[in-house]
């Protein structure tokens, strides 16, 4: 898995979260990222698991923490991909979409096997330098689980989940899952009796499958069709923006490609390395300045700017005036409408 790959955060995440009595902005600040993360709607791989061990160092008790949000997470927040489950015809019909949409929100990989009486959905991680949080992989499969309780209203149980960490064997997961939970495996796995899968869903929706299929089935094609390296070098820039310069000989080595073709396919796409970091610095600017609690000069050097009077040049070209006197602006705005 690539370092630039962009990780979709629903707000039901948050919302979730706040039902636990855990805010956004206690996760954000644990795992030690700007606030601005939490109106962005992609994070980094970088950040996505710098907030999953955040909110597990905040959650305490790892198997309740597993289980809560799954629970707490309503349905009326699910994402478009999860809602194509929870409206799917049976369980069966919501796992194959949850295996097939969950590409488009790397970095966990599921697939199905059915087998004899067992059906046994297995969670890889595409990263194998960084495993993923325990919580995280917990998390999923309890979903999983969850998905498959509130589609046919009935308190399903697993056959039998496996982890391969280890962790405090304590009663909660395993009174969730109704099976035995093993440690220590050789996979993370989710077994489900496979008559289960044969189980009609009572939220089935062919109307709102038919609107939602279609575009899903078009963002995944367009998610595995070459991205835009204009968008993939903006990405990376923004989540680079310091008081350092930036170079583009630092894109190509995270990207693993040379200069000359970064340059070549940007002018392919009729822009440059240098438009985009003015865009990625202007972007990221009127963002942080949306933040009252942050300092002008703060703002600068976080959009890559050493010194405030080079930010304020910059930033009359962009929006035509002083970065005090837009953030005035568009704070009255705000409260007024």
Not at 113 to 136: A, R
Request: charged fraction near 25%; glycine fraction near 6%.
């Amino acid at each position: 898995m690539t370092s630039n790959n962009r990780i979709r955060i629903p707000n039901g995440f948050w919302a979730g979260l706040r039902q636990l009595g855990i805010t956004e902005q206690d996760v954000v600040r644990k795992a030690k990222l700007p606030l601005t993360v939490i109106t962005e709607s992609v994070v980094s791989t970088e950040q996505y698991l710098a907030i999953w061990h955040a909110y597990s160092d905040l959650i305490g008790d790892m198997g309740e923490g597993m289980i809560k949000l799954p629970t707490a997470f309503e349905t009326a927040h699910y994402p478009p991909s999860v809602l194509a489950a929870f409206h799917a015809r049976d369980y069966r019909d919501a796992l194959n979409r949850m295996i097939r949409y969950k590409e488009m929100c790397p970095p966990e990989k599921l697939s199905i096997v059915e087998e004899g009486d067992s059906c046994s959905i297995e969670l890889d991680w595409l990263n194998d330098e960084q495993p993923g949080p325990p919580l995280l992989i917990g998390t999923t499969l309890a979903f999983l689980l969850e998905l498959g309780r509130r589609g046919t209203g009935f308190p399903l149980n697993a056959k039998l989940v496996e982890f391969t960490f280890s962790m405090d064997k304590g009663q909660a997961l395993k009174e969730f899952f109704g099976c035995p939970i093993r440690y220590d495996a050789a996979s993370n796995r989710l077994t489900m009796h496979r008559r289960d899968l044969d189980r009609p869903f009572t939220s089935y929706n062919a109307e709102l499958l038919e609107v939602l299929t279609p575009v899903l089935d078009q963002t995944l094609h367009d998610k595995r069709s070459s991205q835009s390296i204009s968008e993939i070098v903006k990405w990376i820039l923004k989540r680079n923006l310091t008081g350092d310069h930036q170079e583009l000989r630092d894109v190509a080595s995270e990207l693993g490609m040379s200069e000359r073709t970064i340059q070549r396919r940007l002018m392919d796409e009729e822009t440059s390395f240098k438009q985009l970091l003015s865009q990625a610095r202007h972007e990221q600017a009127r963002a942080y300045l949306a933040d009252p609690l942050l300092e002008i000069k703060e703002v600068a050097f976080l959009v890559g700017y050493k010194d405030q009077s080079s930010f304020y040049r910059a930033f009359r070209i962009w929006e035509g005036d002083t970065p005090l006197n837009w953030r005035n602006h568009h704070i009255n705005i705000t409260h007024i409408n």
